[in-house]
Nanobody, 125 residues
Framework: QVQLVESGGGLVQAGGSLRLSCAAS????????MGWFRQAPGKEREFVAL????????YYAESVKGRFTICRDNAKNTVYLQMNSLKPEDTAVYYC??????????????????WGQGTQVTVSS
């Protein structure tokens, strides 16, 4: 059974940093795209960052570009999201997700097969 477990969320002041981790188990994801999404109260789940199965291509939402960095450690079956210069509008539940390797990247939540339970990130002003 596939499991994704996020950790690293918490409460931080604006301008601070957090590092989220997502550990995968149940299978190897070295040939899968791994992404981060977030959902704020009353809003739809939105794309944050993606690292492709090629390990080279990375994509970011415009709202986090230059502040967030996604990376992966396939030996540990783990994907990370380093979040710097956090803003109150970054407050949300953050989810990691996995999608089988494809020729085309996707930023749509409904195209991802496996999801973690989410970790809360709260940024105070």
């Amino acid at each position: 059974q596939v499991q994704l477990v996020e950790s690293g969320g918490g409460l931080v002041q604006a301008g601070g940093s957090l590092r989220l981790s997502c550990a995968a188990s149940g299978r190897t994801f070295s040939s899968s795209d791994m992404g981060w999404f977030r959902q704020a109260p009353g809003k739809e789940r939105e794309f944050v960052a993606l690292i492709r199965w090629t390990y080279i291509n990375r994509y970011y939402a415009e709202s986090v570009k230059g502040r967030f960095t996604i990376c992966r450690d396939n030996a540990k079956n783990t994907v990370y999201l380093q979040m710097n210069s956090l803003k109150p509008e970054d407050t949300a539940v953050y989810y990691c997700a996995v999608r089988p390797a494809s020729n085309i990247e996707s930023f749509r939540p409904n195209e991802y097969d496996y999801w973690g339970q989410g970790t809360q990130v709260t940024v105070s002003s």
